[in-house]
């Protein structure tokens, strides 16, 4: 017992050391973007279905909100790991610019990096503003639905309700910009991401073409979805 405690206390500060490098957050930041790209497309495959068929939508999205597997153990480490992404994200940036100069960056930043990857912070506070709108139309209400007012068990009021909250236009173009900022985000995260967990240099075309099918179709297919609810309804 004393050896392998002694093991895993080994581990777990080398792995900390690690975390604590440059590259150990990268790595970080890696991981938690391809586990919200991983939550994002699941999240696109349930929501597509409302498009062509109420039930199937209701079904999955009933299944996904009465599971305790989802929701008192996916949930909140979904919550964590957008928390985990956006601070890190800001963290690096603010070190990133700390570490540059400034002139350096005014004259060669165009022939040095895209403009998507200059500009990610900006492009995530938009994206983080969406969050906080999504959140207050969907996640609150929910909440309060069920362990606020403990509101009888509806499976069938979900369609609905997303439905109902596509009918503001103002809204819906909100909602359509944030995912063409997202989509830009994407562009240049999820290659990125790949390339911070040692993906082969072989693989560089296959990734190429799976990150702009990636993340160009998944906010374009949110977009249609929620412009497809407005115009229907």
């Not at 919200?36 to 498009?51: A, D, E, G, R, W």
């Not at 062509?52 to 919550?79: A, Y």
């Not at 990096?113 to 609150?140: A, E, P, Q, Y």
Request: proline share 3%.
């Amino acid at each position: 017992k004393n050896l392998m405690l002694l093991i895993f206390v080994l581990q777990f500060k080398m792995m900390k050391n690690f975390l604590l490098t440059s590259i150990g957050k990268k790595v970080a930041m890696a991981l938690s973007a391809i586990f919200l790209m991983i939550f994002l497309l699941q999240h696109f495959i349930i929501n597509i279905t409302s498009v062509f068929s109420e039930d199937i939508f209701n079904m999955l999205s009933h299944f996904m909100g009465t599971n305790f597997l989802v929701q008192f153990i996916l949930q909140p480490i979904l919550i964590f790991g957008v928390i985990f992404h956006f601070v890190m994200g800001f963290y690096l940036e603010i070190q990133n610019r700390r570490s540059t100069k400034y002139e350096y960056q005014k004259v060669r930043g165009g022939a040095n990096s895209t403009w998507m990857s200059r500009n990610m912070i900006w492009s995530g506070l938009v994206i983080l503003s969406f969050l906080f709108l999504h959140f207050r139309d969907f996640w609150i209400p929910e909440m309060n639905y069920k362990y606020i007012e403990f509101l009888p068990d509806d499976p069938n009021r979900y369609h609905h309700e997303l439905v109902e909250k596509f009918q503001d236009p103002y809204k819906v173009v909100f909602y359509c910009i944030s995912f063409v900022l997202l989509s830009l985000h994407l562009l240049h995260g999820f290659s990125s991401s790949l390339k911070s967990m040692g993906a082969n240099k072989s693989y560089a075309s296959s990734v190429k073409t799976l990150s702009y099918a990636y993340s160009i179709g998944i906010p374009l297919g949110f977009c249609f979805i929620a412009i497809f609810h407005y115009l229907t309804h």
